[in-house]
């Protein structure tokens, strides 16, 4: 007799199959540039951890002193007793550092998209987006009433024909990821905000794989573009290049940020950030004005990367983005090298079908702060050392 969990199975063995089943390594100690895995140290090479924060001395710091003297939690949201003192300065300070007139903050940067367009759409609007924005993009987009329509990734033409199409909505608004994080590519936001402004758009960019290290001042993709003053709305997160904890928010226009904290459920019914978080976000931001040489450095470890691995014959992602994909092709392949470098003492994780199209499969490495030139040469002789391990094993 057949049974539901008969039936879960089944599809579990399928995934197995087709090489498309995600283990999870278990860490044995602080998410760094070296990590303990399995009773060994290895290079970790696949971290959001842009700027290396995750365990710097001034973040803990400032996180154990938080815990002190505000507690470990809120138990509340935010309307109701869930809002300290710390909370309203993080937002303050992301507003100041983004150039932007408002900050709202969510558990997440999931929760910042899954609560904006719902609030801000209805059946008489239309919202545009790019084929390649994230997960958390595409879901919050579905939990509004507005006309959809996607264009092809950074394709101006495609935009602007949907632009058309959708001239008679109340409002149009155009969403991408300022990186999109599979490729490293970056969207073109001087051309979307010219289209915006030509077909009266508003413009919001999901900015997680670039605020902290990208443009001057680290502000982000907008800021790199010259383009703070055009973009309506600016979602982040607190877990990667800002210390890598969890926590996102959503900035922007003032009246946008007043609405979301009138009606945005995730908001309105999540938790506050726990302290700890708020505590050590403000120190990450500190950083980011204070050491500008993080920055340099992550730029270094990702043009020497590129360089060697080019000259090794390795097929890469072209760009300048510390997101580096490895292409591989084959599922099965990207995961059996990603276990033949942790051999090799590197860590990284093979990138498949649904993450990325099929036939498309990758080792998607990450570059960061915290790595030296030596750390990159290693890295580019463990793929040397393992595709010579999967050619003789092919052989």
């Known amino acids: 007799m057949y049974t539901i969990a008969d039936g879960l199975r089944a599809e579990l063995d399928e995934i197995r199959a087709a090489g498309l089943y995600k283990d999870e390594r278990v860490l044995e100690s602080p998410q760094s540039a070296r990590v303990g895995v399995a009773d060994a140290e290895v290079l970790n090479f696949c971290a959001n951890n842009y700027l290396g924060l995750a365990d710097h001395p001034a973040l803990l710091a400032a996180a154990e002193q938080a815990l002190s003297k505000w507690g470990f939690g809120m138990a509340s949201v935010r309307f109701i007793c869930g809002t300290q003192a710390p909370h309203k300065e993080l937002e303050r300070r992301l507003s100041q550092f983004l150039g932007t007139d408002d900050t709202i903050l969510y558990s997440s940067c999931f929760d910042a998209n899954g609560g904006l367009f719902e609030t801000l759409l209805d059946e008489r609007d239309a919202v545009i987006s790019d084929e390649l924005n994230h997960a958390s993009i595409i879901d919050g987009i579905r939990l509004c009433k507005a006309r959809r329509g996607r264009y092809r990734n950074r394709d101006m033409a495609d935009l602007e024909r949907l632009l058309q199409e959708n001239s008679d909505a109340r409002r149009k608004l155009i969403v991408t990821d300022g990186v999109f994080s599979m490729d490293g590519y970056l969207a073109p936001l001087d051309e979307i905000c010219a289209l915006a402004e030509k077909y009266q758009a508003l413009v919001v960019v999901d900015d997680s794989h670039a605020v902290g290290f990208t443009g001057p001042s680290g502000a982000g993709t907008p800021e790199l ?156 002789a463990a793929f040397v050392a393992a595709r010579a391990a999967m050619d003789s094993i092919d052989g």
């Open 225 to 380: 573009f010259g383009v703070t003053d055009k973009v309506d709305v600016v979602t982040g997160t607190l877990g990667k290049a800002l210390g890598g904890a969890s926590g996102g928010y959503v900035s922007g226009r003032a009246e946008i940020v007043e609405l979301l904290r009138q009606r945005s459920r995730p908001y309105l019914f999540s938790n506050s950030l726990a302290p700890s978080i708020v505590a050590a976000s403000l120190a990450a931001l500190d950083l980011v004005a204070s050491q500008p040489e993080l920055r340099q450095q992550l730029r270094d470890n990702s043009a020497l990367f590129r360089r060697r691995m080019t000259e090794e014959g390795f097929d890469l992602l072209p760009g300048e983005h510390p997101i580096i994909p490895v292409m591989i092709g084959d599922a099965a392949e990207a995961a059996r090298m990603a276990d033949l470098l942790l051999a090799e003492g590197v860590y990284v994780i093979g990138f498949s079908y649904p993450v990325v199209p099929k036939g498309k499969a990758r080792i998607r490495t990450q570059m960061s702060a915290a790595h030296t030139a030596a750390d990159v040469e290693r890295a580019v």
